[in-house]
């Protein structure tokens, strides 16, 4: 889960080669939640299936 201090268009966590990239205008505090197990992507506590970039993003699993 990521709280954002400023405004950015887009998120993008990599490992290696792959990669997962949502694009939203965030903006101060929005929260971000991604969940590899399940798939879904979550800005402020609402589904944002949608700001997936599917075309390109890899899911994978984070050591926590």
Known sequence: EATF???TSEFKV??????IRVVNNFV????LKID???GAI?????RAMDKLDWQNSRF?????
């Open 5 to 7: 201090t400023g405004a």
């Open 42 to 46: 979550l800005i402020n506590g609402q």
């Open 14 to 19: 990599t490992c290696g080669t792959e990669y």
């Open 36 to 38: 590899t197990g399940t």
């Open 60 to 64: 994978f699993s984070l050591a926590v």
């Open 28 to 31: 101060l505090n929005d929260t």
